[in-house]
């Protein structure tokens, strides 16, 4: 019988790992450590994922001129050396594979999160988000975005925070 992790994820063949798990114990953990509820943590990540790729786990980044920019998933995780994909999946291995969490092997994860389901994109974005740092609730989705997961230029900082403005906007009038 095949894994439902398998069968959700494209490129990626671990059998023992089960991602609607991993997020369960991240979401706890982090509606711990921010003193929120695991809706309100929810809601955080659903702002963070409508701003970035409108909910579509499969996104690629498309840039001004059509082309296929680095960000990758629900997140826009940037591929490459050093990326941003490196070092949020680097953070869930780490998460997941201490006894204290979670205490699992979760294998090698493909750098491109395009190809991973969506729940164990949010997984990795919450261990990504808590080694991070920061306090959602205090400081609003908007704001811990801008600060934590945003990685542009300074001179972009005020395009890019009215876009997220925007964008909620956008997410809460439909």
Known sequence: MPSRLKEKT???STTEFDSNAAYDALLKSAAEEWNM????????????EWHES???HTAKQKLADGST????????YEIGDWGGAWTAKRRFGNWMEDPDNYGS??????EDFSR?????QRAIFLADALAKGG????EGAHNWWLDKHWAGAEADRFDRSQAF???MKSKYEN
């Open 105 to 110: 092997d979760v294998g090698p994860i493909p």
């Open 54 to 56: 409108k909910g579509d």
């Open 10 to 12: 494209l490129g990626w």
């Open 165 to 167: 403005k925007t964008s």
């Open 116 to 120: 991973l389901g969506p729940q164990l």
């Open 69 to 76: 920019g680095k960000g990758r998933g629900l997140f826009q």
């Open 135 to 138: 306090d959602p609730k205090k």
């Open 37 to 48: 509820t695991s809706t309100e943590v929810e809601e955080f990540i659903a702002q963070i």
